[in-house]
């Protein structure tokens, strides 16, 4: 009784015009983290200054016995063996020529740390030669592999085969 009641009332009622307006249903855009992506940036460059001045302090005390590779100590040595067979594919590279050495290190410290957070376990370093260097000397190779072999987050490194940057450049495997 109420519906038949209600038409009778609504009867000569009409519908009202739609309103002259744009409606945006789109989702709003995630919030850009800004204060953490500065605080990220702060830690960085805060590490890589640490490690900067560790590496000028340490710079002729400590060489490498294996310039070529490295692995981390208690770790089996078939790591370095598939790490130079391409066992791991390379997932993302840095270029680091025309940089200078403390550029350089503060750039593989922020690549590094984005890999880590990307979940990237696998990448290539390419330092040069050093054969535009001064005395032709290649100071970034020693300066970036000096620098990897002190992270805690690096396994191992391999110098690549000479088709993927030979001894200007280093495959490095990352924690998970």
Not at 18 to 41: F, L, M, S, V, Y
Not at 48 to 54: G, I, K, N, S, V
Not at 60 to 71: F, H, I, P, T, V
């Amino acid at each position: 009784m109420k519906d038949k009641e209600f038409r009778e009332a609504v009867r000569d009622v009409s519908p009202i015009a739609p309103p002259n307006r744009i409606q945006h249903r789109g989702t709003k855009p995630a919030p850009i983290p800004t204060k953490r992506h500065e605080d990220e940036r702060a830690v960085l460059e805060e590490l890589a200054r640490l490690t900067l001045d560790r590496d000028r302090e340490a710079f002729d005390d400590a060489e490498l016995e294996d310039d070529a590779s490295y692995l981390r100590p208690g770790l089996p040595r078939d790591i370095l063996r598939k790490l130079r067979r391409t066992h791991w594919v390379v997932q993302d590279h840095l270029d680091l020529h025309g940089l200078t050495g403390d550029e350089a290190a503060l750039e593989t410290s922020r690549f590094i740390a984005s890999c880590l957070q990307r979940g990237i376990r696998c990448v290539r370093i390419v330092h040069g030669k050093g054969l535009r260097s001064p005395g032709r000397e290649p100071v970034l190779k020693r300066r970036i592999r000096k620098l990897l072999a002190r992270r805690d987050d690096v396994i191992a490194f391999v110098e690549p085969r000479s088709t993927q940057g030979g001894s200007g450049a280093v495959v490095v495997l990352l924690t998970g």
